[in-house]
């Protein structure tokens, strides 16, 4: 397979700060549920990946108004005379600009700013969104595409099963905290899907996720590997993704999108 067609691409896009209100709320999972936010200003919304993520400006309590930064030359700038929003990373989970509507799906079982708004969202409460503010594209022509997270990770694995195309072959392995948080999937591709519990540990020292992934055995061809969740969880399934299995780094796209005990943690294993 021609290399141009395996490259990745960054995108940058320019940032554009939105006010929304709440259309519509679902249940998805007790563990999960799913805010559909449309409003004026989602005119023009773009989001050119599944890796995608959007700053959510939280209001200091459900129902209240959060107080919108304007943008400034080095970025968002806050009012000093009001409180200012939390910021939280989300994923795009789906834009439909003919009903003009925004999907975004919380997980529910910890407390922090974002979570909290989620848990008691309803129609017509406001949330502030900036961003997404670039776009990391990863081919869909690789010969396989192997997905591995948590929970935080199902809006996007959730969003490129439905994307890859019928002659992609996926292997996607997820975390999740107990068996009534898995959901179904749609995707015309060839899917092989492994649920993990975290009560499942096999083994001291190795979380469930990891000893997952070691129980892999990757297929022939060119592959690409996508990792997304915990801290921990992440850069040990990293580690033995390039020590144990040999996968070279530059197929490897892994983050942190929570880290224990530490609010609003992003980082890049890359
Ligand atoms: C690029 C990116 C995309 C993301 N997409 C999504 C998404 O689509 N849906 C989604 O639900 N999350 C997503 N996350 C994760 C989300 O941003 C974090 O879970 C975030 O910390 C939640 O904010 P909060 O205000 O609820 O909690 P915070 O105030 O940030 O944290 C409060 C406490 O809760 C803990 N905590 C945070 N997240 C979790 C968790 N998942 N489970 C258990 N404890 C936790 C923290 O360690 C901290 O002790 C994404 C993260 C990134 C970086």
Request: some cysteine.
């Amino acid at each position: 397979m021609s290399n141009d067609l395996l490259a990745v691409q960054k995108v940058r896009h320019p940032i554009k700060v939105r006010l929304l209100e709440v259309k519509r709320v679902t249940e998805l999972t007790p563990a999960m549920r799913r805010i559909t936010l449309t409003g004026e200003d989602l005119a023009g919304f773009h989001s050119g990946s599944f890796d995608d993520h959007l700053k959510l400006l939280v209001p200091e309590r459900a129902g209240a108004r959060p107080n919108m930064p304007t943008l400034g030359e080095q970025g968002l700038v806050f009012a000093e005379d009001g409180p200012r929003p939390a910021m939280r990373d989300y994923t795009p989970r789906r834009y439909d600009p003919l009903t003009n509507e925004l999907d975004i799906d919380f997980v529910l079982h910890h407390d922090g700013p974002a979570t909290d708004w989620a848990t008691h969202a309803e129609p017509g409460h406001l949330i502030g969104i900036a961003g997404p503010r670039g776009s990391f594209i990863i081919p869909t022509a690789f010969d396989w595409h192997l997905l591995i997270g948590d929970e935080t990770a199902i809006p996007a694995i959730g969003r490129r099963l439905e994307e890859l195309p019928a002659a992609a072959r996926a292997i996607v392995i997820i975390k999740t905290a107990n068996e009534q948080a898995r959901l179904d999937f749609a995707s015309q591709c060839a899917l092989d899907i492994r649920w993990v519990t975290e009560a499942a540990t096999p083994a001291e020292g190795v979380g469930a996720l990891e000893a997952a992934v070691r129980e892999l055995v990757l297929p022939e061809g060119e592959g690409y590997v996508w990792a997304a969740g915990e801290y921990t969880d992440i850069k040990a399934v990293r580690q033995y993704l390039t020590t144990g299995l040999g996968v070279d780094k530059g197929r490897i796209r892994a983050a942190s999108y929570w880290r224990r005990s530490q609010a609003n943690s992003h980082e890049h294993f890359d």
